[in-house]
C-alpha cells in the first residue's frame, strides 16, 4: 500500500485459535481504502475466518483490527455490520418476495424501505422495478446474488466482504456480478474485499491481492502478482499444485 493510501481495515499481529487449532496467525496488513481487494489461498487458509473478525462475528484471540482508524472493540456490533457489510456464497433469503428481502435491513431497524429507493437499489444491481413484487423462490441464481448485493447496499457500507459470491454460478452470470462491483466500487468509492478460489476472476477484478495459506499472509501486493509471485509457496499454488 502506497504512503499515501489510507487503511479502510487494519490488521496488527492479529490470531484466532479455536478448539485447539490456531486457525489465523500474526496477521498485520492493511486493506486500501476505495481500492478492490482480492483474498485468494487454498481451502483452509483462514479466509472466512479473517472476514469474521473484521465485521465483529468473531474476536481476535491477540492482537488489534482498526475500522477506518478505529478500534473495532469501539464499534456497536450492530453499527459495526452497518459500516462492515458482508454478501456471501449462499444468499439466504426470507421466504416471501423481493420487496420483502430488500427491505429487511430497514425492517430491522423498525423502519420501512421508500418505494422509490428500493427500485434505485434494484437498478444499481441491473434488476428492473417489477422484480419487487416477485417471489425470491422464482429468481435465478444470479438473479438471487444481485438482490443479496442489492440488500447489503440498503445500509450503505464503506466497506463491502464478499466471500465466493460467483462459485455457483454460470460464467455469463459470474461475469455480470463481476461487473456489477466493479460499478458499485466506483459508483459509492466502497471498499471491497472479495474472496475467490477463481484466479483468473482475482487479477480481473481486483487491484490489489491477499495470498493467505495456512493461516497466514504470505504475499500481497498488486494483483498482478499472481502472474509472477515471489513467494515459492505461493508460485506452486498459482500452478494448481496446493489445492
Known amino acids: 500500500m502506497s504512503a499515501a493510501a489510507k487503511a479502510a481495515i487494519r490488521l496488527e499481529n492479529v490470531s484466532y485459535s479455536a478448539d485447539g487449532l490456531d486457525i489465523l496467525k500474526n496477521i498485520t496488513g492493511s486493506f486500501e481504502e476505495g481500492r478492490i481487494t482480492t483474498l485468494v489461498g487454498p481451502s483452509g487458509a483462514g479466509k472466512t475466518t479473517l472476514f469474521r473478525l473484521c465485521n465483529g462475528l ?12 478505529k478500534n473495532i472493540q469501539e464499534f456497536e456490533p450492530t453499527a459495526l455490520r452497518r ?52 417471489k425470491t423462490k422464482d429468481l435465478s441464481g444470479g438473479q438471487r446474488q444481485k438482490l443479496s448485493i442489492a440488500r447489503t447496499l440498503v445500509n450503505n457500507p464503506k466497506i463491502l466482504l464478499l466471500d465466493e459470491i460467483t462459485s455457483s454460478l454460470d460464467r455469463v452470470s459470474q461475469q455480470d456480478i463481476e461487473e456489477l462491483i466493479q460499478r458499485i466500487n466506483e459508483k459509492y468509492n466502497t471498499t471491497i474485499i472479495w474472496i475467490t478460489h477463481n484466479l483468473t476472476q482475482a487479477l480481473n477484478v481486483g487491484e490489489n491481492t491477499w495470498v493467505m495459506m495456512e493461516g497466514e499472509v504470505v504475499e500481497t501486493g498488486k494483483s498482478s502478482l499472481l502472474n509472477n509471485p ?8 498459482v500452478k494448481g499444485e496446493v489445492e
Open 58 to 69: 468473531r474476536s481476535p484471540s491477540s492482537g488489534d483490527i482498526y475500522i477506518d482508524g
Open 230 to 237: 515471489e513467494n515459492e509457496r505461493v508460485k506452486h499454488f
Open 83 to 134: 459500516h462492515v457489510g458482508i454478501a456471501l456464497q449462499n444468499a439466504a433469503m426470507v421466504r416471501g418476495s423481493v420487496r420483502k428481502n430488500l427491505a429487511l435491513p430497514m425492517t430491522l431497524q423498525a423502519k420501512e424501505l421508500p418505494e422509490k429507493e428500493a427500485e434505485e437499489y434494484l437498478e444499481v444491481v441491473g434488476l428492473d422495478k417489477s422484480f419487487l413484487d416477485r
